[in-house]
């Protein structure tokens, strides 16, 4: 499985962006797909997740009621809406795919098998 994450880009603080991510393979829809976040001299952090079908998704506090994550898999994307945009959301952005989750996402990147390139989010104040 190959992920290629793009719509990363220099935005004021309260605008939104929207990220892409687009999956390779006919299995696409089978997995649990995840963003997470690496801002410099940070550890990568959990962003958002979504089940297969969308029935489930999972956000980090600092995001909830401004990030939406979703998916089409008839296109073999993942998408992930953000607004009201803060400086400290400024970090490159990774998507992520498990084979191994069902029920939910999960926080902790050993938990996805496939990760993508990332696409840089800056944020200015």
């Known amino acids: 499985v190959q992920l290629q994450a793009s719509g990363g880009g220099l935005v004021q603080a309260g605008d939104s962006l929207r990220l892409s991510c687009a999956a390779s393979?006919?299995?696409?829809?089978?997995?649990?797909m995840g963003w997470f976040r690496q801002a410099p001299g940070k550890e990568r952090e959990f962003v958002a997740a979504i089940t297969w079908n969308g029935g489930s998704t999972l956000y980090r506090d600092s995001v909830k009621g401004r990030f939406t994550i979703s998916r089409d898999n008839a296109k073999n994307t993942v998408y992930l809406q953000m607004s009201s945009l803060k400086p400290e959301d400024t970090a490159v952005y990774y998507c992520s795919a498990s084979t191994r989750l069902y029920h939910s996402g999960s926080y902790y990147p050993i938990d996805y098998d496939y990760w993508g390139q990332g696409t840089q989010v800056t944020v200015s104040s």
């Open positions: 393979g006919r299995t696409f829809s089978r997995y649990v």
